[in-house]
């Protein structure tokens, strides 16, 4: 079992966007998807430390992004 963070862009703010459903609490962004990748990778821990729930060494990563291409 591992838990899962999607990010997402958001192209109006411009900006990425991390969340889970398997992670209460865990809504992070910022504008750089490394850079928000190791900010989820301090912040998981503490998060399910804080709920108490059991802490699996894995986290499934998804991206997804979205353009309008105009030719």
């Not at 991390?18 to 912040?43: C, K, T």
Request: glycine residues 4%; aromatic residues 10%.
């Amino acid at each position: 079992m591992e838990y899962v963070v999607q990010f997402t862009w958001d192209s109006e703010a411009e900006v990425w966007i991390a969340q889970s459903d398997d992670i209460p609490g865990l809504v992070l962004e910022g504008g750089s998807l490394d850079a928000l990748i190791e900010r989820v990778r301090f912040a998981a821990p503490e998060l399910l430390n804080l709920n108490k729930m059991k802490k699996i060494p894995s986290i499934c990563f998804r991206v997804e992004r979205h353009e309008k291409v105009f030719a």
